[in-house]
Structure formats: C-alpha cells, structure tokens
C-alpha cells in the first residue's frame, strides 16, 4: 500500500516522537474515517498509548453534586435554562459521602470529578471535596468540573487538596452558548496559575464543525499546560433544537482523538487523551480511558435512570476488558489485572 508523500511524512514524524503540527492534523482530518489512512492512524495511536502504561486502562468517575437549570444556556447540553424541566438538587454531603464510597471501594478509580453547573457556590463544592477526600475507600485524585473561577478560587480548591480541574473553551463559544469566551480563558489561566493539573476537551464536536474549527481548539488548548486533552461529540437529544444539525459517527470520533493523541506527542507534559463518551472504538485509537457518571448528566434529557446514558464502574471495567487492557491503573500507579476473574469478583459479569 503506498501512502501520498505528506501522509508518509507525517508518519515517519510520529515514530520520532514528533506529532503532527496544526496544519497535519486538518489534513489528516480530510481522509474519511473509514479510509486506509485513518485507521491506520488510529491503529498506530491505539499502540502508543498501549504501550506508554503497559497496556493499562483507567477509569474516572463524576458526580453531579449540583445541578439546576443552568443560565449558561448552551445549545447542546440537557442542562440549558432554555430547554430543561429539571428539578434543581444539591447533593447532601451525606449523599456525596455514599456516592463516593460506592464508586471508590473497589479500589480501581483513578480519580473522581465533582461537577456543578455554571454558577458556583464554592464553599459548597470546597465541602463537597472535604467529604470526598474522608470518603474515598482508597487515594483517588479529586478534579472539579465546575464554571469560571477566579485564581483565588482555585487557589482555596488546590489548598483543599484538589488536584486538577476540568475546563473547556467549546467550539463556537458565546455563539452556541451565552458564555464570554475571553471568561473561559482567564479561568484557564486561574487554574494554571494555581498549580491545579488542567484536563481539557475539544467539544462539542457536530458535523459542521471544520477540520480549521476543531485543531483551532486543540492547539489553544497546548498553550494552556493542560495534562489531558479528550475529543467529545455532540449528543444527539430530541429536545435540543441543535440537534438538528446532526452528530458524528463514533468512527469520525475515534479518528479524532487518534489524530489528537499523535498530536500530543510534541507536548511531553500531557499523560493521556480521552474520547467522550468513552466507547470501544476510541478505545482502540488512542485513548485508554472510561468514564462512570453518578447522577444526572448534560446529555441526557430524560430523569428515567434506565434511559441515561451515564456508564456505571462495571460498564467500565467490562468495556477495558472488552477493548484488551489487561490491567487497569490506580492513582498511585499500581496494576491490578483486569481479568475474567476480576469482573466476577467485581460483580462485573
Ligand atoms: S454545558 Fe455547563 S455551562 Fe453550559 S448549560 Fe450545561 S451546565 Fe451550563
């Protein structure tokens, strides 16, 4: 099979420890995902990321431990004040307490994110991260996905003993949502100021998001010191009028993260990339990551719990076995063997 002369070229870069720059990843992004060319891009993002941690999955947990009808009012998410119904619940710290002793009392959560809505009530979620610190059956990390903060902000949430945050400039923010985009990057540089690790995201991605729109994204995301970069598509929900622009395949979302995940091979100081929602496809081109969602999510718009969407720890730790990790990662780094005996043990299968 002979490849076109950029497309070698790129390749050849990649196993120097060189990732694509910008303007590779848009033309990467110009072959179809079912091309010759993309799956072997994914084929080859799949074996670098196996082989950074021995072919080890990990898993991640969030809690929504508040959630309201959300001013923000992004197009896309279930939460938006526009388009919801949905009660507002603050979880009790007895709640939180139960959620995270559940989540984490098998000793595989690597690390666990505490997720509200835009408006931030931060001595509430500084409580919420105490009590999940006394809960945590075994040493997960903490992580916050909340809205904007100040650097004071996240200086208090560091001193708490959070370890990182998750935080997003969307695609076509202050277009699709009502959030100032010059906001979401002072927030960004409050949590890099602050020492909290960033765990960033280029999302959500639909079908008329250009290649330029997406890598536009990715590559301001480098500049922010980030630890982990993901790729999330749109979901798809009958409620949201935005639905009607379409969503990617699963497939357009794996040869995503794939070309992401070459990418961050120039920027050393990034240890992982995700792809949201987590699904067999993206686990096999270049991320190692799942995801468990306890309570209500943005991409869900039903309240019926056998409808949502969320992953529980045990779709996660079948989904690692199904995807051929043979281990999963502890936050301290430790293996444990992800085997057919680990899933019954687990109640797994
Ligand atoms: S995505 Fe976040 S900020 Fe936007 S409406 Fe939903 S909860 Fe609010």
């Not at 010759?36 to 947990?61: D, F, P, Q």
């Not at 919801?84 to 595989?108: C, F, N, W, Y």
């Not at 056998?306 to 780094?333: P, W």
Request: net charge negative; charged share 25%; hydrophobic share 40%.
């Amino acid at each position: 099979m002979n490849f076109e002369e950029p497309f070698n070229a790129i390749i050849k870069n990649i196993f120097k420890d060189k990732g694509p720059n910008k303007e590779e990843c848009k033309y990467l992004l110009s072959f179809e995902p079912h091309s010759i060319e993309s799956t072997t891009l994914m084929s080859i993002a799949n074996n670098i990321c196996r082989s950074k941690l021995s072919n080890s999955g990990v898993i991640y947990a969030q809690i929504a431990i508040d959630i309201a009808p959300c001013a923000a009012n992004c197009q896309f998410c279930s939460f938006s004040a526009e388009h919801t119904d949905i009660k507002p619940h603050r979880m009790s710290m007895e709640e939180i307490a139960i959620a995270v002793q559940t989540l984490s009392k098998e000793g595989d959560l690597f690390g666990i994110f505490l997720m509200t809505m835009e408006n931030v009530d931060i001595d509430y979620v500084l409580k919420a991260v105490e009590t999940t610190r006394e809960s945590l059956a075994y040493g997960s990390q903490i992580w916050v996905n909340i809205g904007d903060i100040t650097i004071s902000e996240a200086e208090k949430l560091r001193d708490a003993g959070v370890n990182g945050a998750y935080h997003v400039l969307r695609l076509r923010e202050g277009v699709d949502t009502m959030l100032n985009p010059d906001d979401r990057i002072e927030t960004f540089d409050a949590i890099r100021k602050s020492g909290l690790q960033l765990y960033t995201c280029c999302e959500p991605i639909g079908p008329e998001h250009t290649a330029e729109e997406i890598f536009d994204r990715v590559f301001l995301n480098y500049q922010y010191g980030l630890v982990q970069q993901s790729a999330m598509r749109r979901t798809y929900m009958p409620s949201l009028p935005i639905s009607k622009r379409g969503v990617i395949s699963q497939l357009r979302l794996a040869q995503i993260t794939a070309i992401i995940a070459l990418s961050s091979l120039s920027y050393p100081e990034i240890l992982a990339t995700a792809c949201h929602e987590p699904n067999l496809l993206g686990l096999v081109s270049g991320s190692n990551i799942t995801s468990a969602e306890w309570g209500a999510n943005p991409r869900d718009d039903t309240d019926e719990k056998a409808e949502k969407r969320g992953l529980t720890m045990n779709d996660c730790r079948r989904m690692l076995f199904e995807a051929g990790y043979s281990s999963i990662i502890t936050s301290d780094f430790r293996q444990i063997s992800l085997t057919e005996e680990y899933l019954v043990k687990v109640g797994a299968i």
